[in-house]
T-cell receptor, first 115, second 116 residues
Framework: AQSVAQPEDQVNVAEGNPLTVKCTYS??????LFWYVQYPNRGLQFLLK??????LVKGSYGFEAEFNKSQTSFHLKKPSALVSDSALYFC?????????????FGGGTRLMVKP | DAGVIQSPRHEVTEMGQEVTLRCKPI?????LFWYRQTMMRGLELLIY????????DSGMPEDRFSAKMPNASFSTLKIQPSEPRDSAVYFC??????????????FGPGTRLTVL
């Protein structure tokens, strides 16, 4: 079975400060990991993914995420937050042992960036 | 590409009525997903299709819910009869399989359903 956890319902940061949104996962095989962002009244937008290779993945809007196999984590990071980054962020995982293309999403973390 | 298209964007109906939500996936994508999002339960996968065939419908809440994909460019999610607890935002997403590797899913704008 595949599962993902986002331990923080909300993260507050000041504009210009670095931000981290946490994600941990559980799979029996190898993980395929994704981050999505949702702005108000919009669908989810893909930010980045880790499939294999370099543990540091760079994505859209200056976001990056680091895959840590020993800690089973895939935290989302950005060096300098913008007010416009305020949104709902979802981590998702697929187990390599699972056929098909089904992702399991975390509960989401609301990021609030204050000026 | 126009992206994933969903209609209607908003639907208000009365309890007991039939509701049909529509989705047009991105051309060339062979996977289609239906999700439901509520404050209480977050984002839930209802059903997904591969090459127009339903693969996993274990997330469909009950027999009142049904989904079809008659061709590669169209899918429907039907609720009959609808109940107030079905009120939610329903998202359709599509993706392209990449062999054994998963492709990212592209989401539509969603249909906000309100059942009175």
């Amino acid at each position: 079975a595949q599962s993902v956890a986002q331990p923080e319902d909300q993260v507050n940061v000041a504009e210009g400060n670095p931000l981290t949104v946490k994600c941990t996962y559980s799979v029996s095989g190898n993980p395929y990991l994704f981050w999505y962002v949702q702005y108000p009244n919009r669908g989810l937008q893909f930010l980045l993914k880790y499939i294999t290779g370099d543990n540091l993945v760079k994505g859209s809007y200056g976001f990056e995420a680091e895959f840590n196999k020993s800690q089973t984590s895939f935290h989302l990071k950005k060096p300098s937050a913008l007010v416009s980054d305020s949104a709902l962020y979802f981590c998702a995982v697929r187990d390599s042992h699972n056929a098909g293309n089904m992702l399991t999403f975390g509960g989401g973390t609301r990021l609030m960036v204050k000026p | 590409d126009a992206g994933v298209i969903q209609s209607p964007r908003h639907e208000v109906t009365e309890m007991g009525q039939e509701v049909t939500l529509r989705c047009k996936p991105i051309s060339g994508h062979d996977y289609l997903f239906w999700y439901r999002q509520t404050m209480m339960r977050g984002l839930e996968l209802l059903i997904y299709f591969n090459n127009n065939v339903p693969i996993d419908d274990s997330g469909m809440p009950e027999d009142r819910f049904s989904a079809k994909m008659p061709n590669a460019s169209f899918s429907t999610l039907k609720i009959q009869p609808s109940e107030p607890r079905d009120s939610a935002v329903y998202f359709c997403a599509s993706s392209a399989g990449q062999g054994i590797l998963p492709g990212e899913q592209f989401f539509g704008p969603g249909t906000r359903l309100t059942v009175l």
